[in-house]
């Protein structure tokens, strides 16, 4: 079973409309963390907003937030007031376990976003 | 701040040569990791090292593909010899522990 799933290959979205990109993850771990990222046509990978399994609220940077529903594992990225340069491929990742020495990030395949102006 | 390099940013070799990708990450940060990303298969982890230990190497495909770190601030990804099928764009990460990761701008390594 994927342990990222992001169902949305493509979205087409009107300029100053606000986005949100499906996530939904799949772990028995109950600690983790999910992060969001986004790949410009540039190619740079750029890191947006993170949150943990524990936390209370859910996690807000400036346009972006993440709605954070546990009980359905699901962390989908919500952009307010889009933007021309929102057009990218995002990337929902998560990292099992509280630390220690593991590291790693699973990816999902991405959405690209594509804004019209 | 200096964020993660990496060179060179292009590579173009011809089947059977060697290649070596190299990365610095920033500093202070102690996890290194090294993906690669092809339309296929997507965003893959290579290998990971935390305080130049490599940790989990189960994702390097097979043993034409090595990595190095031989201190805090330098890490090479070998592929000996290349072929067609590695071609991808490699990126390099770091980050502090289990912080977010951030990403160098990528290697993209075309082999002929």
């Known amino acids: 079973a994927q342990k990222i799933t992001q169902t949305q290959p493509g979205m087409f979205v009107q300029e100053k409309e606000a986005v949100t990109l499906d996530c939904t993850y799949d772990?028995?771990?109950?600690?983790?963390?999910l992060f969001w990222y986004k790949q410009p046509s540039s190619g740079e990978m750029i890191f947006l907003i993170y949150?943990?399994?524990?936390?209370?609220q859910n996690a807000t940077e400036g346009r972006y937030s993440l709605n954070f529903q546990k009980a359905r594992k699901s962390a989908n990225l919500v952009i307010s007031a889009s933007q021309l340069g929102d057009s990218a491929m995002y990337f929902c990742?998560?990292?099992?376990?509280?630390?220690?020495?593991?590291?790693?990030?699973?990816f999902g395949k991405g959405t690209l976003l594509t804004m019209n102006p | 701040d200096a964020g993660v390099i990496q060179s060179p940013r292009h590579e173009v070799t011809e089947m059977g040569q060697e290649v070596t990708l190299r990365c610095k990450p920033i500093?202070?940060?102690?996890?290194l990791f090294w993906y690669r990303q092809t339309m296929m298969r997507g965003l893959e982890l290579l290998i990971y090292?935390?305080?130049?230990?490599?940790?989990?190497d189960s994702g390097m495909p097979e043993d034409r593909f090595s990595a190095k770190m031989p201190n805090a601030s330098f890490s090479t990804l070998k592929i000996q010899p290349s072929e067609p099928r590695d071609s991808a764009v490699y990126f390099c990460?770091?980050?502090?522990?289990?912080?977010?990761?951030?990403f160098g701008p990528g290697t993209r390594l075309t082999v002929l």
């Open positions: 990460a770091s980050s502090y522990s289990n912080n977010e990761q951030f």
């Open positions: 772990t028995s771990d109950p600690s983790y963390g």
């Open positions: 949150q943990g399994s524990y936390d209370q």
């Open positions: 990742a998560m990292r099992e376990g509280s630390g220690g020495s593991n590291y790693k990030l699973t």
């Open positions: 500093s202070g940060h102690n996890s």
């Open positions: 090292f935390n305080n130049n230990v490599p940790i989990d």
